[in-house]
């Protein structure tokens, strides 16, 4: 395999919204012109950190509108007002991006559970949008109304429990908003249970067009973003996590993809944290993949739904941050078949495969991996050495946003490339 090496100059990445319109999608080239991957390093990148915007109602502008709210009576839904209705999770006009369990229509509510599972509603006519949730455990939430990111709210256990994402601020129902909520935390934090918008009944869904882009990303706690908003030295809590501020997702909203993303703090490939055998029997990401909700293996996600054009795996810094490890043999074994799992998930699609191996791991995990793009035909991305000041570090280690803007910087760059976006 030529190897290729590219310098990359840091820039700096916005936050800006995830559901935007991308141009084309492709399989990508190989550029080593030959199919067997090609390998990039960049050890001395730095960046720096950005904020998202403030609401401001004034700068809003109005659409055409279409779609019209549900007004069927739920026997798990309550009403917001006198005079509202809801719009349900089936509302043809709300676009989800992630895994989500559509098999409790009976029951009115969609599931979900992975990181930085989003939502998102366009919507006209309407004073107030509230969502109605619930969850299992302690999960949080973005809120981003027209570009403009509003404050995070936590869901509780209480059923079907209606949340007030724009604060006292009236709405104006001559003009158009655009709504995401996106899922900070990670998958172990239990499934939300989503019943749809709480909405005045004169407001009308509008449709929304998804990126023709798609990328999925699979990894461990770098990806779910694990610690991202503390300041180091911290422990972890869910507060302290948010997907949205991720390598992955700055990656997705960079380079105008939809995303999906399945990642769980702790997991490798083989073998999870502290295990006391160099391989684990079971919970590992491979073992945990398949599935709609990852607690619950009664609901396998059909693959048909979701093709992406690119796949990034970021894992094996669980399979070596203790003893006992597994060996070489074990390791590359293990990531060969959970790469011809993906593949023949999406094999009429062929996407283009990415490795990662960094930051929190070094070598020998990283020659392993960098051997197994090689074995498989997938693209190499060093991401060792790249987080290098105190600011690059939130909780127990794990990258800081300043952190994730810098893988962010390195990664995008490499897969545009490569995809030729």
């Known amino acids: 395999m030529k190897k290729v090496i590219i310098s990359l100059f840091v820039v700096v990445l916005l936050c800006i919204n995830s559901i935007c319109a991308g141009t084309g999608s492709g399989s990508g080239a190989s550029l080593s012109g030959s199919g067997s991957g090609s390998s990039f390093s960049d050890s001395s990148l730095s960046g720096s950190g950005g904020s998202g915007s403030s609401f401001s109602d004034s700068s809003l502008s109005s659409e055409s509108n279409s779609g019209t709210t549900s007004t069927t009576p739920s026997t798990n839904s309550q009403s917001s007002s006198d005079s509202g209705s809801i719009i349900y999770p089936n509302d043809e006009n709300i676009l989800y991006s992630g895994r989500f369990d559509t098999t409790q229509s009976a029951d009115n509510y969609y599931g979900f559970s992975w990181s930085g599972c989003q939502i998102s509603l366009s919507i006209t006519g309407t004073t107030t949008i509230k969502p109605i949730l619930d969850s299992v455990g302690d999960n949080w ?25 724009i604060g006292s601020t009236n709405l104006d129902p001559t003009q158009t908003y655009s709504i995401v909520l996106s899922k900070r935390t990670e998958a172990s934090f239990g499934e939300v249970r989503f019943y749809g918008f709480s909405v005045d009944s004169t407001g009308k869904t509008v449709p929304q067009q998804k990126p023709t882009r798609k990328i999925e990303f699979i990894g461990d706690s770098i990806t ?22 991720t390598y992955a997702s700055i990656t997705a909203r960079e380079l105008e993809c939809e995303m999906f993303l399945e990642a769980w703090s702790g997991r490798g490939v083989v073998r999870n944290y502290g295990s006391p055998t160099p391989t684990s029997t079971s919970g590992t990401v491979p073992d945990l993949y398949p599935y709609t909700i990852p607690t619950d293996p009664s609901i396998e996600w059909d693959f048909n739904q979701y093709i992406p054009d690119a796949v990034v795996i970021n894992l094996g810094t669980n399979d070596y941050s203790t003893q006992p490890v597994p060996s070489q043999e074990q390791f590359q074994n293990g990531y060969i078949e959970f790469i011809k799992t993906i593949k023949s998930n999406y094999a009429q699609a062929e996407p283009e495969i990415f490795l990662i191996c960094g930051p929190m791991i070094g070598n020998p995990c990283c020659e392993y991996v960098a051997n197994v793009s090689t074995l498989v035909g997938a693209t190499f991305i060093d991401a060792q050495n790249i987080l290098t000041e105190p600011t690059d570090f939130g909780c127990n280690g794990h990258p800081s946003i300043n952190g994730h803007m ?9 897969i545009q490339k490569v995809m030729a976006w």
């Open 141 to 165: 939430f973005d809120v981003i109304v027209n570009n403009a990111i509003l404050t995070p709210f936590n869901v509780s256990s209480v059923a079907h429990q209606e949340y007030d994402i």
């Open 224 to 245: 779910c973003g694990y610690g991202d908003l503390g300041t180091a030295p911290c422990n972890f809590q869910a507060i302290t996590e948010d997907n949205y501020d």
């Open 406 to 414: 810098k893988l962010g910087a390195v990664i995008s760059p490499i």
